[in-house]
Structures are given as C-alpha cells and as structure tokens.
C-alpha cells in the first residue's frame, strides 16, 4: 500500500502518512509523492483544501534517518526541496491533524499549514541541534515571527519536545482535542471551508503569506546549504548513529 495515502472527497484533498511501522519517517519517495499531489491539487478545480493528517497516536517522526544518511538530498531539486517549496506555495487553505510525535519537519511543516489541530498527545520537537543540524523548512524564519524570538530560541537551541498545550499556547495549534476526534474535527473544518467561495479563500491566504513569500524561499535555500554541509559532519553521523544503534549521542569534541 502507498505511504502517502491521498483522498478527494467533498473537494477536500487528505493526504495521510503511512508508514506507521517506521514512525511515518519521511523518505524521499515520500517527499516526491506528497510534492506531487501537492503540485497538482494547486491547480485542480476539484480540490479546494488540504488536510495533512497521521494517525490517531502518530504525524511523522521526520526525516528517515537512515536514508538521510545514505542519500542525503543532493541539490534543490531534490523531493525534500519540491515539497517544501509545494506547501509553502501551496495556494488554497491547508489544515494539518497532529497527534502523537511530530519531530523535526513534522513541526516545521505546520509552520506552512494555515490551521493546526492537534491530540493532547500531540509531541512537538525541533532537534535539529541535538542531531548536529540547523533548522530548515524556512523554520528559522517563520519560527520566530509566529511564537516570539524568546521562545523560537529556546524551541530551536533546546530541541526538547513540547507538548500540545504549549504549542497552542505559543500560537502554532488552533485548538486541542481528544486524539480521536483530531482527524475528524480536521476533515469537519476543511468542509467547512471548501463550502465556501474558493477565490475569496485563496486571495485571503495569499494576502497573509505574500509578506514572508520571498523570505520564506530564499531561507529554504539558505537553510539547506547549511543542513546538506552539517549532515555530513561529525556531529550529524555520531547523533544518527546514535540513534540507529538506540544508544545516547556523545559530543565530546565535537
Ligand atoms: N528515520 C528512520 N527510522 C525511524 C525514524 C526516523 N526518523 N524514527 C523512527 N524510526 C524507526 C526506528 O528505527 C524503529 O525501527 P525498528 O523497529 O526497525 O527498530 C521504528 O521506527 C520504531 O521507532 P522507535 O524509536 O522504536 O519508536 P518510539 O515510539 O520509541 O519513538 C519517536 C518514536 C518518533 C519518538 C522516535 O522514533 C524518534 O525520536 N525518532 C527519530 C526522530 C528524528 O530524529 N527525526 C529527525 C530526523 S531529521
């Protein structure tokens, strides 16, 4: 079965990641398929918002750690990149269902969702230091605007997780709920908005991205020349393998 799974109904695009026995870690393959979908609900009629959703006790543990390693994204074009520059771009309202543990892009990529709900179990984390990498997603950009520079410093330097409380409190989540009502309450809210006059939506969210627009993209390529030169150093391979041989990191020296 595909590890994005995409459905069109009441022209509301889900698209939910499925992957569960790997946490729905995102490799590229995943990238390229959600870029897809993405590029081309942007630009058909039938679609008029997305919901991007997990599962009731998981969004996405991030970035697959092993092929992260293995075939680390080589250029711009790359699928992490393609989704990127997709969601950021993405025209129409885009609703994101948190439950469970939302690591590294799994934040950053709400930051380009227009509404957030999450579970109460919903796990937030930025590890980007803690594995030896710097934030991407234009996360170091858009973080700051949205919850403060006094708590993007903390989120971003710290890398501890943070709950869904907290992230409403900071401002990233609309609202809380059960974890079993988070997807539906999403698709609720989505069909809501696609019951209403798609231009109007899409010039409002325009009038509230366009700001940032060039900003945004110009960090996501400033963001991955850092993240693709650190993935490749000491500090990146001693936090993965860390994490692959389940032990504790040691940055001595590094
Ligand atoms: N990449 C690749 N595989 C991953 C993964 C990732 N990001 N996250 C989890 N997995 C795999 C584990 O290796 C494990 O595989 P195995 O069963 O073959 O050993 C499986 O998914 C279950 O993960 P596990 O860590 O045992 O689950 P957990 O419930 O104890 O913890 C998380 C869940 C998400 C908190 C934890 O897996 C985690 O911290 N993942 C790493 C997240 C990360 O560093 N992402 C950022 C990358 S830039």
Redesign the pocket.
């Given at each position: 079965m595909s590890e994005i799974l995409a459905h069109l109904e009441h022209g509301v695009l889900s698209l939910t990641f499925n992957r569960v026995?790997?946490?729905n870690?995102l490799t590229s393959a995943m990238y390229a398929a959600l870029a897809d979908h993405l590029e081309q609900a942007a630009g058909d009629a039938q679609t008029r918002v997305l919901v991007i959703q997990g599962q009731e006790s998981l969004f996405t543990?991030?970035?697959?750690?092993?092929e992260?390693l293995q075939r680390p994204p080589a250029s711009m074009e790359a699928p992490v990149f393609r989704f990127l520059r997709a969601i950021a771009d993405f025209p129409k309202p885009a609703l994101a269902a948190v439950c469970g543990?939302a690591?590294?892009?799994g934040t950053t990529l709400l930051l380009h969702c227009d509404l957030v709900y999450a579970g109460d179990n919903a796990l937030f984390s930025l590890?980007f230091v803690n594995?030896g990498?710097c934030p991407e997603a234009a996360s170091s950009l858009l973080l700051p605007l949205r919850i403060g520079h006094a708590a993007a410093n903390e989120k971003l330097l710290f890398g501890e997780p943070f709950t869904a409380d907290e992230a409403q409190e900071l401002g990233l989540v609309n609202r809380v709920l059960p974890p079993s009502e988070v997807n539906a309450f999403a698709l609720q809210q989505a069909r809501k908005l696609a019951a209403k006059p798609l231009a109007s939506l899409m010039v409002t969210k325009t009038l509230l991205r366009q700001p940032q627009r060039a900003a945004v993209h110009a960090m996501i390529t400033e963001e991955a020349g850092h993240f693709e030169r650190l993935l490749k150093g000491p500090a990146a391979k001693e936090a993965f393998g860390a994490?692959?041989a389940k032990r504790k990191p040691d940055f001595s020296g590094l």
């Open positions: 026995e790997k946490k870690a543990a991030g970035n697959d750690v092993s992260f543990p690591v590294g892009i590890p594995l990498l994490f692959l």
